[in-house]
Nanobody
Framework: QVQLVESGGGLVQAGGSLRLSCAAS????????MGWFRQAPGKEREFVAA?????AYADSMKGRFTISRDNAENTVYLQMNSLKPEDTAVYYC???????????????????WGQGTQVTVSS
């Protein structure tokens, strides 16, 4: 059974940093592309970043967020710097089906999802 468990969310002031973790079990994080999405209150879930054969970022996160992967720890990370109040959201980790190594910004191309972790940025 595949499980993705996010952690690292919390409350931070604007301009601060957080590192989110996504620990996988039942599969390896290197066996497919992995992504981060987020959903703010009253808004649709949106793409944040992905890692596979390459890395990809949503335009508003470029230069502030960094996605990485530790195969030994079987964990994917999202380092978030220069946080803004508009980054407040529930952040979800997602995994494509095994063998799909290309990154994608499309939700429906991800097969497995974590439960999410709340990030709140105060002004």
């Amino acid at each position: 059974q595949v499980q993705l468990v996010e952690s690292g969310g919390g409350l931070v002031q604007a301009g601060g940093s957080l590192r989110l973790s996504c620990a996988a079990s039942g599969r390896t994080v290197s066996s497919s592309a992995m992504g981060w999405f987020r959903q703010a209150p009253g808004k649709e879930r949106e793409f944040v970043a992905a890692i596979g054969v390459n890395t990809a970022y949503a335009d508003s996160m470029k230069g502030r967020f960094t996605i990485s992967r530790d195969n030994a720890e079987n964990t994917v990370y999202l380092q978030m710097n220069s946080l803004k109040p508009e980054d407040t959201a529930v952040y979800y980790c997602a995994a494509r089906a095994i063998g799909y190594l290309r990154t994608s910004s499309t939700e429906r191309q991800y097969e497995y999802w974590g439960q999410g972790t709340q990030v709140t940025v105060s002004s």
